[in-house]
């Protein structure tokens, strides 16, 4: 039966996303419950493409991901995959009307990771826009139900707010990212020369897409609004706590929130949100 194959796969994309994220997994979880399962599978499809470039070391990464994508269209063209993560993607693809340029876009964003140590603005603003912001787009397609009209209107909130989460992490790995796969993602920026002006003209750039972002957020429909502010709210946090370590303790290790405190982070987002306080 397809179906139970079908049910199979969202399980494989809702248990990645659990293991990978229990930030992203917390957020997901408060969206309408429709919404939920095509949301898994974004962050499955992603989750799987970089993994292959971040971790594969010892495997060949280029051809790997050439297989990837391959494979990711022909499962979009077939309406099936084997593979479980691209056999949920493909579904939510199909049926949310994704934008296969998004798909190719963050694609090529990965591909940027196999062989870029270093990054022109020019370079930067491409691996944000392939990254982070097409993977909102992506997001933003379900959220609304495949409704074309609403996404052109919310399109550049959505784009600000996933590069609002971007840069957050390239601040939070900024440690790994460095030490142990060689890569400086902000462009400019001498990394044994990294200090407190630097790592503020990032803080104050983030904080800029964040406020684009948050005014996306109130536009969005009710049953996804939660789900998007709760994630909000959790990297809004981990910045400001980047904002109040010195650039030494960010190179050297990586920033967290505990899952204590993000649960109390949700419970002050649900007032807000059920008091209309967005």
Same mark, same amino acid.
């Given at each position: 039966?397809?179906?139970?194959? $079908?049910?199979?796969?969202?399980?494989?994309? #809702?248990?990645?996303?659990?293991?990978?994220?229990?930030? /992203?997994?917390?957020?997901?979880?408060?969206?309408?419950?429709?919404?939920?399962?095509?949301?898994?599978?974004?962050?499955?499809?992603?989750?799987?493409?970089?993994? !292959?470039?971040?971790?594969?070391?010892?495997?060949?990464? #280029?051809?790997?991901?050439?297989?990837?994508?391959?494979?990711?269209?022909?499962?979009?063209?077939?309406?099936?995959?084997?593979?479980?993560?691209?056999?949920?993607?493909?579904? +939510?693809?199909?049926?949310?009307?994704? $934008?296969?340029?998004?798909?190719?876009?963050?694609?090529?964003?990965?591909?940027?990771?196999?062989?870029?140590?270093?990054?022109?603005?020019?370079?930067?603003?491409?691996?944000?826009?392939?990254?982070?912001?097409?993977?909102?787009?992506?997001?933003?397609?379900?959220?609304?139900?495949?409704?074309?009209?609403?996404?052109?209107?919310?399109?550049?909130?959505?784009?600000?707010?996933?590069?609002?989460?971007?840069?957050?992490?390239?601040?939070?790995?900024?440690?790994?990212?460095?030490?142990?796969?060689?890569?400086?993602?902000?462009?400019?920026?001498?990394?044994?020369?990294?200090?407190?002006?630097?790592?503020?003209?990032?803080?104050?750039?983030?904080?800029?897409? /964040?406020?684009?972002?948050?005014?996306? !957020?109130?536009?969005?429909?009710?049953?996804?609004?939660?789900?998007?502010?709760?994630?909000?709210?959790?990297?809004?946090?981990?910045?400001?706590?980047?904002?109040?370590?010195?650039? +030494?303790?960010?190179?050297?290790?990586?920033?967290? !929130?505990?899952?204590?405190? #993000?649960?109390?982070?949700?419970?002050?987002?649900?007032?807000?949100?059920?008091?209309?306080?967005?």
């Amino acid at each position: 039966m397809k179906h139970l194959f $079908d049910t199979v796969s969202a399980k494989c994309s #809702k248990l990645t996303t659990q293991s990978y994220s229990t930030s /992203f997994s917390m957020g997901i979880r408060f969206l309408a419950p429709d919404l939920q399962e095509p949301v898994y599978a974004i962050y499955g499809f992603v989750r799987f493409a970089d993994e !292959i470039v971040d971790t594969f070391h010892d495997f060949p990464k #280029k051809r790997l991901l050439d297989e990837f994508e391959a494979e990711t269209f022909k499962a979009i063209e077939d309406g099936i995959s084997l593979n479980p993560i691209l056999n949920s993607f493909q579904h +939510a693809v199909r049926q949310y009307n994704i $934008d296969h340029d998004c798909i190719r876009t963050f694609l090529k964003s990965m591909r940027m990771d196999l062989h870029k140590d270093e990054y022109t603005d020019a370079e930067y603003d491409n691996y944000i826009l392939g990254s982070a912001e097409v993977v909102g787009l992506m997001c933003l397609s379900v959220f609304l139900r495949g409704d074309k009209e609403r996404y052109a209107t919310l399109k550049p909130y959505a784009m600000k707010l996933g590069a609002a989460f971007q840069k957050i992490n390239f601040l939070r790995d900024l440690h790994a990212d460095f030490n142990e796969l060689g890569r400086t993602y902000f462009p400019g920026v001498n990394m044994s020369e990294f200090n407190e002006v630097v790592k503020r003209e990032i803080e104050e750039d983030i904080e800029k897409d /964040f406020a684009t972002g948050y005014e996306g !957020i109130k536009m969005l429909p009710k049953d996804a609004r939660f789900g998007v502010f709760v994630a909000y709210v959790y990297y809004h946090k981990l910045l400001r706590k980047i904002k109040r370590k010195p650039t +030494a303790e960010i190179m050297s290790r990586r920033v967290r !929130i505990s899952n204590h405190r #993000k649960y109390a982070l949700f419970c002050s987002s649900y007032v807000r949100h059920s008091f209309n306080l967005l």
